[in-house]
């Protein structure tokens, strides 16, 4: 019998991804064309079709620009958590500043869905042993979850001794919440990205369904994630470096065929249908220097 995993979304802008910060500030972001409703139309019937529903980390600017959207992915059943209110990675900004945006988030997302945020995923996966003081934040701001650090090494973010499975965060301060890591494969010794974004995009599909079973065999649910830009492959160029751009665009024509490919052979559910068997890890791991 295979166990349930877990889907994800980050709903934010195509214009709003890290790679393009530096050219593309908040402050523009209202010059940009919206094109949110194209990639959550799609991947709403996706869920529909496979009589799935998923968890969406919704950015809190997204969700005030697009209230009536969030209300539908919110009556089609599909759990509504935050991704934050500006998609800034969490070194940039203060203590007092990150408490904000949960805030900010946290109300606007819990008006539009009519019940309670309990979990957060990071701008980036920006929580790192850096920033981890963002553990002690969101738990004292009544978080349940969180789905920001990725084992793994990687040039923004990741923190490559983190364990790969569902366990309990301690952050420097003491803080303490469930931390659900985006899915990686075990190989040559090493934790590997695999479960999302562009990875999923770029990497053969079988790798993603090895790497679901490898996790399926550890008794363990993988988190996979994507974004709404990723089903929307006449998006405009954005002004990045070729890397960045082709990091972007790499796969996007194949990203609904993927998804659709591994819900036909996994079952996936939100986290808040798994929160209580989670919430029983008895895997600790401390994030404090």
Not at 25 to 32: D, E, Y
Not at 81 to 96: E, N, P, Y
Not at 112 to 126: E, M
Not at 150 to 163: E, K, L, N, S
Request: hydrophobic share 40%.
């Amino acid at each position: 019998m295979h166990m349930d995993h877990l889907l994800s979304f980050d709903v934010e802008e195509y214009f709003q991804v890290e790679a393009a910060a530096a050219r593309i500030s908040l402050q523009q972001w209202h010059s940009w064309q919206s094109r949110l409703h194209i990639g959550i139309t799609e991947i709403l019937e996706i869920l529909a079709e496979q009589q799935t529903c998923a968890t969406f980390f919704i950015l809190g600017w997204a969700a005030r620009q697009n209230p009536d959207l969030i209300k539908k992915i919110a009556g089609q059943g599909h759990e509504i958590a935050s991704h934050g209110m500006s998609h800034t990675m969490i070194h940039r900004v203060s203590r007092d500043e990150f408490r904000q945006e949960l805030r900010d988030s946290k109300k606007i997302l819990e008006d539009l869905a009519g019940r309670p945020v309990l979990g957060y995923r990071a701008p980036t996966f920006s929580i790192t042993r850096r920033t981890a003081w963002a553990l002690d934040v969101l738990a004292e701001e009544g978080f349940l979850y969180d789905s920001s650090i990725f084992p793994v090494h990687h040039d923004r973010y990741g923190v490559p001794d983190a364990p790969p499975q569902p366990h309990q965060a301690l952050g420097p301060g003491g803080g303490r919440l469930l931390e659900l890591p985006p899915l990686t494969l075990w190989l040559f010794r090493t934790n590997w990205p695999i479960g999302g974004g562009g990875y999923l995009r770029l990497l053969p599909i079988r790798w993603i369904d090895h790497a679901l079973r490898q996790a399926e065999s550890c008794h363990t649910p993988g988190m996979i994630y994507l974004h709404p830009w990723e089903f929307d492959p006449q998006q405009p160029l954005l002004p990045m470096s070729r890397l960045s751009r082709w990091r972007h665009r790499v796969g996007l024509r194949r990203t609904a065929a993927k998804l659709r490919w591994l819900m036909n052979r996994h079952r996936f559910t939100p986290v808040c249908c798994q929160l209580e068997s989670l919430q029983a890890a008895e895997l600790h791991f401390s994030y404090g220097r």
